[in-house]
Nanobody, 126 residues
Framework: QVQLVESGGGSVQAGGSLRLSCAASKYTFRRNCVGWFRQAPGKEREGIAA????????YYADSVQGRFTISQDNAKTTVSLQMNSLNPDDDAMYYC???????????????????WGQGTQVTVSS
Protein backbone atom coordinates (compact mmCIF):
# COMPACT_ATOMS: atom_id res chain seq x y z
CA GLN A 1 0.00 0.00 0.00
CA VAL A 2 1.37 3.40 -0.98
CA GLN A 3 1.63 5.85 1.86
CA LEU A 4 2.37 9.52 1.43
CA VAL A 5 3.48 11.74 4.30
CA GLU A 6 3.64 15.51 4.03
CA SER A 7 5.85 17.72 6.17
CA GLY A 8 7.11 21.28 6.29
CA GLY A 9 3.95 23.23 6.92
CA GLY A 10 3.81 26.05 9.41
CA SER A 11 3.11 29.71 9.94
CA VAL A 12 4.76 32.46 7.95
CA GLN A 13 4.23 36.13 7.28
CA ALA A 14 3.17 37.37 3.88
CA GLY A 15 6.14 37.50 1.55
CA GLY A 16 7.85 34.61 3.28
CA SER A 17 8.72 31.12 2.10
CA LEU A 18 8.10 27.53 3.09
CA ARG A 19 9.23 24.21 1.70
CA LEU A 20 6.88 21.26 1.83
CA SER A 21 7.99 17.67 1.39
CA CYS A 22 6.08 14.57 0.40
CA ALA A 23 7.74 11.29 1.28
CA ALA A 24 6.49 7.96 0.00
CA SER A 25 6.74 4.67 1.78
CA LYS A 26 6.41 1.39 -0.09
CA TYR A 27 6.56 3.46 -3.24
CA THR A 28 5.35 1.73 -6.38
CA PHE A 29 7.16 2.89 -9.48
CA ARG A 30 3.98 2.64 -11.46
CA ARG A 31 2.85 5.83 -9.69
CA ASN A 32 4.74 8.19 -11.90
CA CYS A 33 2.86 11.38 -11.13
CA VAL A 34 2.91 13.26 -7.83
CA GLY A 35 0.72 16.28 -7.32
CA TRP A 36 0.25 18.93 -4.68
CA PHE A 37 -3.21 20.14 -3.79
CA ARG A 38 -4.52 22.62 -1.29
CA GLN A 39 -7.83 23.24 0.37
CA ALA A 40 -8.91 26.32 2.27
CA PRO A 41 -11.95 26.25 4.57
CA GLY A 42 -15.16 26.35 2.55
CA LYS A 43 -13.35 25.93 -0.77
CA GLU A 44 -12.78 23.10 -3.20
CA ARG A 45 -9.52 21.19 -3.14
CA GLU A 46 -7.32 22.80 -5.80
CA GLY A 47 -4.54 21.15 -7.78
CA ILE A 48 -1.57 23.52 -7.79
CA ALA A 49 1.45 21.57 -9.05
CA ALA A 50 2.51 18.16 -10.27
CA UNK A 51 5.64 16.41 -11.47
CA UNK A 52 6.24 13.39 -13.64
CA UNK A 53 8.74 11.19 -11.81
CA UNK A 54 10.00 9.69 -15.07
CA UNK A 55 10.50 12.82 -17.16
CA UNK A 56 10.62 15.50 -14.43
CA UNK A 57 8.02 17.44 -16.43
CA UNK A 58 6.29 19.92 -14.14
CA TYR A 59 2.84 21.43 -14.16
CA TYR A 60 1.55 24.50 -12.31
CA ALA A 61 -1.72 26.24 -11.71
CA ASP A 62 -1.83 29.89 -12.72
CA SER A 63 -2.31 30.86 -9.08
CA VAL A 64 1.17 29.62 -8.13
CA GLN A 65 3.12 29.82 -11.39
CA GLY A 66 6.36 31.70 -10.85
CA ARG A 67 6.16 31.49 -7.05
CA PHE A 68 6.09 27.76 -6.34
CA THR A 69 8.52 25.12 -7.58
CA ILE A 70 7.93 21.38 -7.48
CA SER A 71 10.91 19.03 -7.58
CA GLN A 72 11.98 15.52 -6.70
CA ASP A 73 15.10 14.15 -5.09
CA ASN A 74 17.55 11.95 -6.96
CA ALA A 75 16.19 8.82 -5.33
CA LYS A 76 12.72 9.84 -6.54
CA THR A 77 11.14 9.03 -3.21
CA THR A 78 10.54 12.59 -2.02
CA VAL A 79 8.78 15.37 -3.87
CA SER A 80 9.15 18.91 -2.56
CA LEU A 81 7.20 22.10 -3.08
CA GLN A 82 9.19 25.30 -2.60
CA MET A 83 6.76 28.14 -1.93
CA ASN A 84 7.98 31.72 -2.21
CA SER A 85 6.24 35.08 -1.98
CA LEU A 86 3.45 33.59 0.08
CA ASN A 87 0.31 35.62 0.59
CA PRO A 88 -2.86 35.12 2.64
CA ASP A 89 -4.57 33.49 -0.36
CA ASP A 90 -2.09 30.61 0.03
CA ASP A 91 -3.37 29.86 3.54
CA ALA A 92 -4.71 26.28 3.32
CA MET A 93 -4.18 22.63 4.11
CA TYR A 94 -1.73 21.19 1.60
CA TYR A 95 -1.88 17.60 0.40
CA CYS A 96 0.28 15.48 -1.84
CA UNK A 97 -1.19 12.73 -3.95
CA UNK A 98 -0.04 10.21 -6.53
CA UNK A 99 -1.38 8.57 -9.67
CA UNK A 100 -0.07 6.55 -12.57
CA UNK A 101 0.68 9.38 -15.00
CA UNK A 102 0.48 13.15 -15.34
CA UNK A 103 0.30 13.01 -19.12
CA UNK A 104 -3.45 12.85 -19.75
CA UNK A 105 -4.17 16.49 -19.04
CA UNK A 106 -5.83 15.75 -15.71
CA UNK A 107 -2.91 16.49 -13.39
CA UNK A 108 -5.01 19.01 -11.45
CA UNK A 109 -8.11 16.84 -11.10
CA UNK A 110 -8.68 15.58 -7.57
CA UNK A 111 -10.60 12.56 -8.82
CA UNK A 112 -7.64 11.42 -10.94
CA UNK A 113 -5.50 10.61 -7.90
CA UNK A 114 -5.88 7.46 -5.85
CA UNK A 115 -3.39 7.89 -3.03
CA TRP A 116 -3.31 10.82 -0.64
CA GLY A 117 -1.38 12.05 2.32
CA GLN A 118 -2.96 13.42 5.49
CA GLY A 119 -2.04 17.03 4.76
CA THR A 120 0.07 19.74 6.32
CA GLN A 121 -1.23 23.17 7.30
CA VAL A 122 0.20 26.36 5.86
CA THR A 123 -0.82 29.58 7.58
CA VAL A 124 0.08 32.94 6.06
CA SER A 125 -0.46 36.09 8.09
CA SER A 126 -0.68 39.55 6.58
Amino acid sequence: QVQLVESGGGSVQAGGSLRLSCAASKYTFRRNCVGWFRQAPGKEREGIAAISRLTATTYYADSVQGRFTISQDNAKTTVSLQMNSLNPDDDAMYYCASRASCADGRWAARSAYDAWGQGTQVTVSS
